[in-house]
């Protein structure tokens, strides 16, 4: 991954930086921290492994808290339950 994505952003003046979740963005989580980091842009990120590699924060849904929710579910016909319907809670981290 080069740093031309983020000299883009400094060029456009974009004010900070939303990094999605996928296997590019979290394979090389890492170096995106960095990259940030280096050229100043604040950044949220998807998941909490980008936190623990430097980054500035993250805002997801809590994995454990909505494992539990379905883990409540009767059956795979559940599904279309009203339980689904229901808020995940919500990390900022």
């Known amino acids: 991954m080069t ?3 983020f000299t883009t952003l400094d060029q456009r003046g974009a004010g900070a930086l939303f990094a ?3 296997s590019f963005t979290f ?3 890492e170096r995106i921290v960095a990259l940030a980091a280096r050229h100043r842009v604040p950044a949220i990120y998807q998941v909490r492994e980008f936190v623990a590699a430097g980054g500035l924060m993250s805002y997801s849904p809590s994995i454990p808290a909505a494992y539990r929710q379905v883990g409540r579910l009767p059956s795979a016909a559940a599904f279309r ?8 809670r919500h990390d900022i981290i």
């Open 81 to 88: 339950c009203k339980h689904l319907k229901q808020k995940v």
């Open 27 to 29: 394979s090389h989580r």
């Open 3 to 5: 740093a031309r994505p």
């Open 20 to 22: 999605g979740m996928g």
